[in-house]
Structure formats: C-alpha cells, structure tokens
C-alpha cells in the first residue's frame, strides 16, 4: 500500500495525438509508477495529484504534480542521488533509491527528468524522453 489511510485525488490528462513510440515499456511503468507513489506518500489528506502525458516537437512528457509537502531548495541538488532522501520527509517511508532509478531510466532513453518545487505546496517531476515514432509496419520512421 502506497499511503495507508490516506485520502488523494488522481487526475489523468493525456495527449491521445501521440505517435506509437518506441520504449521500454517496463522502465516506463516503473517510473511512472514510482512518481505516482511518491506524490501520493508525500500529499495531505484530500490532496491531488495530477499525470500528464504530452508528445510535443518530437519528444514525449511525462509530468507528476502534487500538492505535497515540496523539497526544500537544498535538497534539491542532491535529490537524484542513490540513498538520499530530503530531511523534511519525517517518519514517511522510503529508501532513497526510487528517484535515482528514475533519472537511470531516463538517461537509458536518451532523456532527462527535472524537478520544480516550492516547500509547503508541492513538487512537478517532468520526464522528457526524445521520441522514436514507429510507422505502420512497426519499424522506425
């Protein structure tokens, strides 16, 4: 369970005028999934959470906006390394591996995650992959 007892509200938008792209499905899923959780671990009660997928001039954006408690600014250069995990994140749970795998994930598609948060009222993680369209019969435009 992601956060026991805690009440949030999911809201997908999608941008459906995406070519069928060539990814690995797997990391896809993992840090989508992984953004997800750790926007939901980090909301209030009552707190939303938004996904947005959008493929603009070529690349492919995935993009995970909480309202939660937001990293603090010094935190933030260190965010991505393995094991390290902001000191305003009290008793919550986790490794510190998550976003590290994240930004791995990234990089072996040719592609890069950033952060933007304020404390106290929440973080946008944006994934920009570069975008290998596939034609018709499946094999790269």
Do not use: W
């Amino acid at each position: 369970m992601i956060a026991p007892g805690i009440q949030v509200s999911v809201q997908l938008h999608l941008d459906l005028a995406a070519p069928v792209l060539m990814l690995d499905a797997k990391l896809i899923r993992f840090m989508v999934g992984n953004l997800l959780s750790n926007a939901i671990k980090y909301s209030p009660e009552g707190g939303k959470v938004e996904l947005r997928v959008r493929y603009e001039s070529g690349t492919l954006q995935i993009e995970v906006r909480d309202q939660g408690i937001g990293i603090p600014t010094q935190a933030l250069p260190q965010l991505f390394d393995t094991f390290h995990r902001a000191a305003n994140v009290g008793n919550i749970a986790g490794t510190g591996l998550g976003l590290s795998i994240v930004q791995r994930a990234a990089r072996r598609h040719g592609g890069s995650v950033e952060v933007r948060s304020t404390l106290g009222q929440g973080s946008c993680f944006t994934i920009t992959l570069p975008g290998v369209a596939l034609a018709a019969g499946g094999g790269p435009l």
